[in-house]
């Protein structure tokens, strides 16, 4: 349903109310398959709301949602990630006491069995540079690394879709660069296709195919990266007039 398109998640008009507080206006967007979206936008605009509601952690106050062509308004958290839509969490998810091994393995846990499973943390590890880490205790490694084991048991689901609230939040430049290469050989080779939230703008700007700004809930913008650094609603809002290009 919904037509023959290339796109495997789209929002009609949906919004999130809190009370008197509308967090997602109206927002309606399509992720298509293949592509890096960046979602950005100030404080408070509403990204993590939106990841809340695509990835079924949060019901709507209306609008819709369709994945991969069906309608999944209002489908639950463990439905829509069995489907292959996964996220991580902006504040990073991850068992501290446990190794870096066993963290992978959590992602596995749902689609694989059996060898298949240690198959999945290898790849998954060796994708991410973990490769050297995997016995090490999880909380015990530097903060780049903690980030990234968060992203990997994400990724260790092998989702169709893979939705990263913040990803790069405290990493160094040279930390930033090698993540963003990652981030392509995930599309690359996995055929993953990734929604990014992200305030590292010039990062936004590198990796990605496509942006759409949130405004107070709203989508104040979007297209490729060069049409949004020259957009003045979005220099105005968000990026500032000296901002980084
Ligand atoms: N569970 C909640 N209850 C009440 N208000 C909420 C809730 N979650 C988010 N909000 C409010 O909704 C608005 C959007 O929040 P959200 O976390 O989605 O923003 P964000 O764009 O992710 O911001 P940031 O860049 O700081 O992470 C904010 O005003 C926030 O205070
Ligand atoms: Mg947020």
Redesign the pocket.
Known sequence: MGGATSSLLRTSGLTKR??G?T??SDLSFDLRSGEILGLI??????????F?LISGF?KPTAGRLELFGRDCTGSSALTISRMGLVRTF?HGSYMKAMTVRDNILIGTLQRLRGPARRKCVAETAEMLGLTSCLDRIAGSQPHGIQRLVSIAIALAARPRVLCL??PLTGLNQTEVGGVLGVFQRIRNEFGTTILL?E?NTKAVMAVCDRIVV?HH?QQLAEGPPLEITSNADVIAAYLGPRHDR
Do not use: R, Y
């Open positions: 809190f009370g507080l967090a997602v936008g100030p404080n408070g605009a509403g990204k993590s709301t939106v809340n949060t902006q609230d913040e939230v305030h949130l809930g």
